[in-house]
């Protein structure tokens, strides 16, 4: 039987973001890539035929995972399961065994055109794509499925992580060393590196693109006034440069858990744009140097103070537990 391309596997706990139906459709334009998504809210979401939901709760989940290893592990809490995310090849084995890559990736995203980045081709000269945790793709083998367990330097990295309380980032490589990036690459397996996002910067309210330089490990700002739409299953970044209109496309556009909300039909619309606090009908379907200037690109966003009041919140809740 042809194995599939790629499956990419999200765990969730709680409720989606409002705009977790365009996350839907966005998929839905990337047929030869699949879902699965682990999830306990049970919202009648229009799921397209390449994403598959379970339902499970999050003690089912943590189960799972205890099942497959030999000491206890410290899962108490959803946001903790980044830090499992580079065994998921081993733990999901029986759901990912057709298929020549899997990966994982966040729930606020916007996917671009997969394909159009990501051909056969391009794919097949790597054991593991990207080193930042909205997107990571690994070839499917055993080896590289169960890397994450390697002793580096005579330490075993996943029992310190699976063992802690705190996330320790081990899905991914920007300020830290001990994660699964490094494994690979100190395991001499080839890795693509580059950072083919839109990724946008936490705290500012308008849309600051950062990109990752992974030589330096370093972000790059990008403050430039930018347009960015979804059209038709491709994520595209409009600008002016010395008085010329310039166009670029992206992999995805990650949302960086914004407020987002939805407004007009934008649902059903094939073309829409994207604000700091909204998704938008887009004002004209000809994008040029005439009308670029005429279209709005800011809104009113309450971003940071939502922010800062979510994360107190998660601090309070933390010291109310330790009581």
């Known amino acids: 039987m042809k194995m599939k391309k790629c499956c990419f596997v999200l ?70 399961l980044c830090d499992y995310r580079p065994s998921f090849g081993l733990v999901f084995r029986d759901y990912l065994s057709g298929y020549r890559y899997w990966g994982y990736c966040d729930n606020d995203l916007i996917f671009g055109d997969l394909e159009h ?47 802690a309380q705190d996330n320790l980032i081990f899905d991914e490589s920007w300020n830290n060393r001990n994660n699964i990036h490094d494994i690979f690459v100190l395991s001499g397996k080839t890795v693509y590196e580059n950072d ?17 330089r992974p030589e330096q490990r370093v972000f790059e700002e990008d403050d430039r006034e930018s347009l960015y739409i979804w059209d038709n299953g491709k994520i ?29 039909n934008v649902i059903e619309q094939q073309q829409y744009k994207i604000v700091p606090n909204s998704f938008l009908p887009l004002e004209t379907h000809k994008i040029d140097q005439a009308s670029f200037p005429l279209i709005k690109k800011r809104a009113f966003n309450m971003h940071l103070l939502q922010y800062h009041m979510k994360w107190k919140l998660r601090k309070i809740k933390k010291i109310m537990k330790l009581k």
Request: hydrophobic share 40%; charged share 25%.
């Open 11 to 80: 765990l969730y706990f709680g409720k989606m973001p409002v705009y977790f139906p365009l996350f839907l459709k966005s998929c839905e334009k990337n047929p030869r890539f699949d879902w699965i998504i682990f999830t306990d809210d049970k919202t009648d979401y229009d799921y397209p035929a390449n994403v598959r939901c379970i339902y499970r709760t999050f003690g089912e989940i943590k189960q799972v995972f205890q099942n497959n290893f030999d000491f206890m592990i410290s899962l108490s809490q959803p946001y903790k």
């Open 117 to 163: 980045f990501l051909p056969d081709e391009f794919m097949e000269r790597y054991d593991k794509l990207f080193c930042l945790g909205h997107i990571t793709i690994f070839r499917n083998t055993q080896d590289n499925n169960k890397l994450f367990m390697k002793e580096i330097n005579g330490r075993s990295w996943y029992k310190t992580v699976f063992t």
């Open 236 to 264: 595209l970044r409009f600008f002016m440069q010395d008085g010329i209109l310039h166009r670029e496309e992206y992999l995805y556009i990650h949302l960086q858990e914004r407020k987002m909300k939805l407004r007009g």
């Open 196 to 212: 083919l996002s839109v990724n946008l910067k936490i705290l500012s309210r308008k849309f600051i693109k950062i990109t990752f």
